[in-house]
Structures are given as structure tokens and as C-alpha cells.
């Protein structure tokens, strides 16, 4: 991440709030949208002495360097490909910016532009789909006054349509709307992860016995990663997933380990939800799903009122598993 440092001046859409979590959306379709919303956001901020974080595309980053000026020097900037991509990790990094500078923020509000990295797969949309509505319960306790813009250029009407239930409000250009298909995050739908089919031949029902299910997953990712290390690794992770549904009172689950387009993926479902929220970013190291964040290349965490749903994956380290 990159930090710039000068002075700043400019309204921006609405008012700082005295307190809590501000969550907006901005739908855009052309750079002169995106700046009419970036830049008065950006200046209030500044203006107030509030830090200001922008996490956007390489092409909007320039354009926003352009139009600031000399105030660009003052805002911490980083592209979404470093900071946007784990949707799990980024109310974790967001609430520790929001940490790191409340103390210097005469307010005690920070700023955050946050477009996330969007590969386009449905897994990752889901998986963005389901940070969004929780952001509302996971940063609730914090002063961040976050826009989540999102290009209808090159995004999908499903997508749009989910940015719309995510979000309470929505900046247009210099004004603050109320979204009307806003859906309270306890009664949004954000599941988006597929159960593992019933039928399938090694489908493992783990019913408490947390050996049993931890050879079971040893035996499928041996013959399907690079090394005898990267599979105990995985097993590792996967056992920590299991001592993560434990914890909130499932001892029950379907186990599914299988490779997928270059990877080897376990997904674990259970027909209850887990007990309380299923957000992992904010956890503390060593605690809840902390492990296995760090050893697979992503993790999604799905529960409602469906059931819930762990999917990791880790590469196959040049298996043809596809």
C-alpha cells in the first residue's frame, strides 16, 4: 500500500456520522461518474482531517491522481488486486486501518473507497456478495464511512442488483439516496455456495470424529497435491474448519474433497447454521478460522437459515484436475 500525505478543501455527499458504521454503495457507469462521487468524498475528508483509504482499479486510481491534484499526496491509495481480493480479509484490514488512525482523526471516522478485485467467476461474486451484507454486522462497531463503488460497464445485472440490497444508501454524484431494496443483513440471502451433491461416491459424513474425518481428507489430497507437506497442510486446514463448525455447536457435516480447475477443494456442509454470525476476518490470530485463512488459497463461509457451508481450496501444484 502506498501513502501520500498535503491539504484539502471540498463538500462531500452527506455527513460525517457521530457514530457507528456508514455503508454506501455507488453504482457508475463512465469515469465522469466515478469521479463525481471520488473526489468531493475524498476532499471532505481530508478537509476534516479524516485518513482516507482508496482501494480501486489501477485506471480509477490515475484517474482520481489526476483530478486531486496536489491533495493525491495526502490519501493512502492501494489497487484492489492487493488489498480488495480475499473478500473474508477485508473487514479485517479494514478494521485495523480504522484502528491504526482513529486516534489522529479529530472526528475518529476514517474514510474508505473499497472496489473490490472481481474476477467475474460465481464463486468469487457469491463470496462478495455475502462480505457485502455482512460488513453491515461485522463493522458495525466501528467510525469507517465506506462507499463500495461498482462499474456497470463491466459487471453483471446480478451483481447491480445485489449492490442495491447491500448497501442503506447510495452516492450519486454529490448526493446520499436511501436504497429502497435495502435488506437487513439477518434477512438477506447469502448462501451462494453449493452444497456437495449426496450422491457423490466419496462424500464423507463426519459425525464427531474428527480422526476419522482427518484421514479421510488426508487419503483424497495425497493423491491429488504436489507434496506429502502441502497435503498434511491441508489437512490441517480442514481439521480446523471442523473444530470451527464444533465450536458453534455442529457435529455434523458433509465432507466433499475433490480437484476443480487446477485446485484441490474441500467443502464441508451442514444442515444447521452455525451459532452466531460466521464472519472469520475479524477474529484474533490463532482463533477460529485464523489457520486455515492462512494455509488455502481461499476460504468461503456461508450460513443461514439453509445450513452452513465451508469451501477451501489449495492448487493442485500442476495436477489436471479440472
Known sequence: MQHRTTPAAGSAPGRVPEAGFRHQGCLYGSDAEFLAMAVPFAQDGLRRGEPVLVTTTAANLELLDAAM???????????????????????????????RHRSTAPTGAVRVLAEPARTGSPRDEAAWQRAEAEFNVSLASTRIWMICPYDTRTLDPGAVEHARRAHPEYAVGGEIRPSAEFTAPGEAECSGIPAP???AGDLFRFEGDLVAVRRHVLDRASALLRSENTATLFGVAVGEAIAYLLEHGIDRAAVWVRPAAGRVVCTLH???????????????????????????????????????TIELAMPAGGQDGA
Do not use: Q
Request: charged share 25%; hydrophobic share 35%.
Open 69 to 99: 491534484g496536489a491533495d493525491a499526496d495526502r490519501i493512502a491509495v492501494a489497487e484492489s488486486a492487493y488489498i480488495g481480493r480475499r473478500p473474508g480479509k477485508l473487514a479485517g484490514a479494514l478494521h485495523r486501518y480504522w484502528n
Open 197 to 199: 451433491p449426496g450422491s
Open 270 to 308: 451442514s444442515d444447521r447454521p452455525v451459532d452466531g454470525p460466521a464472519f472469520y476476518g475479524l477474529r484474533p490470530a490463532g482463533t477460529g478460522l485464523w489457520m486455515t485463512d492462512r494455509i488455502c488459497e481461499w476460504l468461503d463461509v456461508s450460513s443461514d437459515a439453509a445450513g452452513c
